[in-house]
């Protein structure tokens, strides 16, 4: 009922309630979504300065080029008195105008995509294939909705159960607040190690919603075609961890669906979480971090400082020497980077290699239907910062194909219609990364 209608923040905060997604933006009353394109260079560090220091502010997107933001009514007069200051050009958006119309898209995928994976009908197919062919579609309905923290530990069990030779479910600790950080290992044969491993993480970002599925995709494709895939997964074990920060995942479901940080709580301090893409122990606290508890790129009390931090990097030393790849997926802006983040003029010894193979992955995502990625390093392209896992797996561990990897989409709430195709993409360049694996 809410297609193609403009709303006003009243009626959009109707539609959003019957939507079933109210809760998680309560509060967002009155907000606004800015893209601001940088006329120059004082421009972009005066909005480096704004998304390290101004707590108030909402960073989505900061490139050289451009900013993606949230500001709330209390700053936005502040806001764009600044911007015409600086002389740049902007566009904005009522943040909840965006929510109810990006909802409303997605609020018939599932019918959509029955017909895509009809199930064969009784003529069509033999008796023994209903049950793998229901299976397989019930698992495709999967994506084409965001699940909760229970749903996704019951879907990585549910393929470990189904797959007992090939997948084993694991938990590499407890976050903060006590949920599993659960891992899925995939291999030719669970009961044996094999010589190398491709780590993949996602969600890393609560509110980063995509990364998750498609990292789950990757290991239900590969469970399900494991013929197709016997190439790829020789003498390799891919590792997959979908929900690195649980709690800020299951946070952005129930309470505030931009949430950022873990939920670390700090005793007599209102502000909470760390970010733990700042908190790993790689010229910690550098640059493009911050020691303000309140910001949203606070970098903790000490390197590796988080239950969630610490997990991964307990995961990585014991392992470094079969460990080839760890891929950090994010989202947004369709971006593949490669160490170091930390500072724009240091280049890694191996950057050729780095960057042959992104490069190669970028290539392969663009081949589903023309998605484009660009390749670099971070400081590069958005701005330098610190304490990230590309940099700390390669500079700390040697870990020689290290990357992250940002995803597609214009805000962190990918309509739902479009998840399936967004996990198909980026599967092509999940494998064009493992294949690389097997050279080490």
Request: aromatic share 12%.
């Amino acid at each position: 009922m809410w297609q193609g209608i403009v709303c006003s923040l009243a009626l959009c905060l109707v539609g959003l309630a019957d939507l079933g997604i109210a809760n998680n933006l309560a509060g967002y009353e009155g907000y606004t979504k800015y893209t601001v394109q940088h006329g120059d260079e004082d421009a972009f560090k005066y909005m480096v300065d704004l998304q390290t220091n101004d707590a108030e502010l909402d960073f989505w997107l900061l490139t050289r080029n451009s900013s993606v933001l949230t500001v709330s009514p209390r700053r936005k007069t502040q806001f764009e008195a600044s911007l015409s200051s600086l002389g740049v050009s902007y566009e904005m958006q009522p943040l909840m105008e965006l929510m109810a119309a990006l909802q409303a898209n997605s609020s018939f995928a599932e019918d959509n995509y029955d017909a895509e994976y009809e199930e064969c009908q009784q003529e069509e197919c033999e008796e023994a294939e209903r049950p793998r062919r229901r299976a397989r579609r019930q698992a495709r309905g999967f994506f084409s909705h965001y699940p909760r923290y229970h749903e996704v530990l019951s879907f990585m069990s549910g393929l470990a159960a189904r797959y007992p030779q090939y997948c084993r479910y694991e938990s590499l600790g407890r976050s903060n607040e006590g949920r599993h950080i659960a891992a899925l290992s995939i291999s030719l044969n669970s009961r044996v190690r094999p010589r190398r491993v491709a780590y993949i993480q996602a969600a890393t970002h609560g509110r980063e919603w995509i990364t998750t599925q498609t990292v789950l995709y990757l290991a239900y494709e590969l469970l399900s075609n494991l013929r197709a895939f016997t190439r790829v997964l020789q003498d390799v074990e891919i590792f997959l961890v979908p929900l690195v920060n649980p709690d800020g995942y299951e946070y952005t479901h129930t309470t505030d669906r931009f949430w950022r940080k873990n939920r670390h709580r700090y005793a007599g301090h209102s502000c909470s979480g760390v970010d733990i893409n700042r908190n790993f122990g790689n010229h910690w606290n550098y640059q493009g971090a911050s020691q303000n508890l309140c910001s949203e790129v606070y970098s903790g009390t000490a390197p590796n400082s988080e239950p969630e931090t610490s997990a991964v990097v307990r995961y990585l030393e014991f392992n470094r020497n079969r460990v080839k790849l760890s891929l950090d997926v994010h989202s947004f802006g369709k971006f593949i980077f490669y160490p170091y983040g930390y500072a724009k003029n240091t280049v890694p010894p191996t950057v050729g290699t780095l960057r042959s193979v992104a490069l190669r992955a970028a290539n392969q995502i663009g081949r589903y239907r023309g998605t484009r990625y660009t390749t670099g390093t971070s400081a590069s392209i958005l701005y330098e910062a610190s304490g990230s896992l590309d940099d700390f797996a390669y500079g700390n561990l040697g870990i020689p194909l290290s990357y992250t990897l940002e995803l597609p989409g214009d805000e962190f709430h990918v309509p739902a219609h479009d998840i399936i195709h967004v996990c198909k993409e980026t599967f092509a360049g999940f494998i064009e990364f493992i294949r690389h694996v097997s050279l080490y």
